[in-house]
């Protein structure tokens, strides 16, 4: 069974700190890996890994795809309050929709 | 430009009460799934369709019921609720399995 695990589950940091959160999968034919966040409602989409794309960056967020590992971080510098939100993992598993972990949830105090 | 459109957004039921949430979508996409989320336990898919007359289960299909006729919408229906199906309820949809997901706003429900 193809499965997604995040690490830690919850996290709080000061503004300005920069912090890591992992994501590791287990998928019987890898194709991609991507990144969510979540504030109050909907997820909203922040990156996709491939194995042509595996490093990705938008303004203060990065992340790269290790392959060997089988994992991905998702890095976040100077960090905001902002930035508070559940960051979500996902890869596609077969011909179903995404396979989610259980998220990290970030929260940024000031 | 609507994208994914979920009604309601709040719904409280008592329990053996059958109800249906709706989803649309205006992107002409392929692929529609449900996704349940409750705290902790991220988000588990419920059922999915690749293409309008063609469902499939998820992880927790137990109680739940699709069908698609159409590309654009993808109700969804419970059968007699339980206090186990309290939970926020989300419609997506993409091009295909190897595509980012658009998710709806979601739907909170509470049965008591």
């Known amino acids: 069974e193809d499965k997604v695990v995040q690490s830690p589950l919850s996290l709080v940091v000061h503004e300005g700190d920069t912090v890591t959160l992992n994501c590791s999968y287990e998928?019987?034919?890898?194709?991609?890996l991507l990144w969510y966040k979540q504030e109050k409602k909907a997820p909203t989409f922040l990156f996709m890994l491939?194995?042509?794309?595996i490093e990705k960056k938008s303004g203060r967020l990065s992340s790269i795809l290790d392959k060997k590992e089988l994992s991905s971080i998702l890095n976040i510098t100077a960090t905001q309050t902002g930035d508070s939100a559940i960051y979500l993992c996902?890869?596609?598993?077969?011909?179903?929709?995404?396979?989610f972990g259980k998220g990290t949830r970030l929260s940024v105090i000031a | 430009n609507a994208g994914v459109t979920q009604t309601p957004k709040f719904q409280v039921l008592k329990t053996g009460q059958s109800m249906t949430l709706q989803c649309a979508q205006d992107m002409n996409h392929e692929y529609m799934s449900w996704y349940r989320q409750d705290p902790g336990m991220g988000l588990r898919l419920i059922h999915y369709s690749v293409g309008a007359g063609i469902t499939d289960q998820g992880e927790v299909p137990n109680g739940y019921n699709v069908s698609r006729s159409t590309t654009e919408d993808f109700p969804l229906r419970l059968l007699s609720a339980a206090p186990s199906q309290t939970s926020v309820y989300f419609c997506a949809s993409s091009l295909g399995s190897n595509s980012p997901l658009h998710f709806g706003n979601g739907t909170r429900l509470t049965v008591t």
């Open positions: 996902a890869v596609p598993s077969g011909n179903t929709p995404l396979v």
């Open positions: 998928v019987t034919n890898f194709r991609s």
């Open positions: 491939t194995s042509s794309g």
